[in-house]
């Protein structure tokens, strides 16, 4: 009995707050706070049939896949819509399912436009990082081998690890977090590639946004002591911080 309280304890000190924002943000906003996600759920459906079909493939291709042997501003104007383009050789309801999960409970507890601007962010690091890497070349640390060049690089898993790693470090689910992190490491000591090491870039990315964040919040607490005690109870009141109502 005592480990099983034991057990709820830390549960509850991991997940409490995350629980509750999209338990309060759900029965305040219904259906309506999810409506990014539900949006990109449907896009990502729409874009899979489109990509199979002998009409759409092409189109697909030169609207949402980026390459980093591609012109710098042409995979800049593509990245947006590869979050949304599924990997051909992955089944897409994975694509679907983290979309739906992690952009979900993002969308409630950081509101629409944070979640765009994080996950848009860190699948940006990857695309950027790609690029420099081949230029580094393989014999280096961070390097890459000059035929990653050519590999097409869309989907959201980069946008989903950095989600998920940045609610973490907002609702404070510090273990959940470092696991997130250790799993992606680990993905690439087991199979090093491409994805992989975007997945670290956008990580990377997200911790970096997240130790300004600490720092700006330590800064403000330091100038008024109970700035930190007022932000934390108006979290704590509103189902979704950042979501106007």
């Known amino acids: 009995m005592n480990r099983l309280s034991a057990l709820r304890r830390a549960a509850v000190r991991e997940w409490g707050s995350l629980f509750t924002a999209v338990r309060q943000g759900l029965a305040a906003h219904g259906v309506r706070a999810l409506a990014l996600t539900l949006t990109a759920v449907a896009l990502t459906a729409v874009v899979q049939v489109t ?4 009409w759409g493939y092409e189109p697909v291709r030169s609207l949402g896949a980026v390459r980093a042997e591609d012109p710098l501003p042409s995979a800049l104007l593509r990245t947006p819509l590869s979050l949304f383009v599924p990997a051909l050789h992955l089944p897409v309801w994975g694509a679907l399912a983290q979309i739906l999960l992690v952009f979900g409970v993002a969308e409630v507890c950081l509101g629409r436009w944070r979640t765009l601007a994080v996950a848009y962010g860190a699948t940006l690091a990857g695309t950027l990082y790609a690029r420099v890497g081949i230029a580094l070349g393989p ?9 990653d ?9 980069a946008a989903v690890v950095g989600l998920a790693v940045y609610v973490c470090h907002q609702r404070r689910a510090w273990f959940t977090g470092a696991l997130v992190v ?18 670290l870039a956008a990580i990377a990315a997200v911790l970096v946004v997240c130790g300004v964040r600490e720092w700006r919040g330590r800064r403000r607490t330091a100038r008024d002591p109970g700035a930190a005690v007022r932000t934390w109870g108006r979290a704590a009141a509103e189902p979704g911080p950042g979501r106007r109502r």
């Open 51 to 54: 990509q199979n079909q002998p």
């Open 139 to 147: 014999e280096t640390f961070l390097g890459l081998p000059a035929s």
């Open 149 to 157: 060049a050519q590999v097409v690089d869309t989907g959201p898993s």
């Open 182 to 199: 250790l799993a992606m490491v680990v993905e690439v000591l087991v199979k090093d590639n491409l994805a992989g090491r975007e997945h």
